[in-house]
């Protein structure tokens, strides 16, 4: 069975449902997730001469914005929720032995 693809269609329905005026960033790299700014739309053909379009980011230095915020890497499976440890009771300073 072949890998479904996200279309234009499905992502246009997808992003109908989001503030026009926010920002695009691009989630990359599971295993080093990082955030990216978009820039470009390209319309191209695979291999096979179907209909492909490419999202892409800028050559600009500040085009990888840096890690990504760790609740989208959960949200996207890429890791699980971090739990904070419990916490262990203090021990209280002893006196050091022979005095």
Not at 9 to 29: E, F, T, V
Not at 68 to 81: K, R, T, Y
Request: proline fraction near 13%; aromatic fraction near 4%; charged fraction near 20%.
């Amino acid at each position: 069975m072949q890998p479904t693809e996200m279309t234009v269609g499905d992502l246009i329905k997808r992003l109908s449902a989001c503030d026009p005026a926010s920002p695009l960033r691009l989630a990359m790299n599971p295993f080093f997730p990082m955030a990216h700014r978009l820039e470009q739309v390209i319309e191209a053909t695979d291999g096979t001469g179907r209909p492909v379009v490419y999202l892409a980011e800028g050559r600009d230095a500040d085009t990888q914005l840096g890690h990504l915020p760790p609740e989208v890497a959960v949200a996207l499976a890429w890791q699980g929720p971090v739990q904070v440890p419990p916490r262990r009771p203090r021990r209280s300073a002893r006196p050091a032995s022979g005095q």
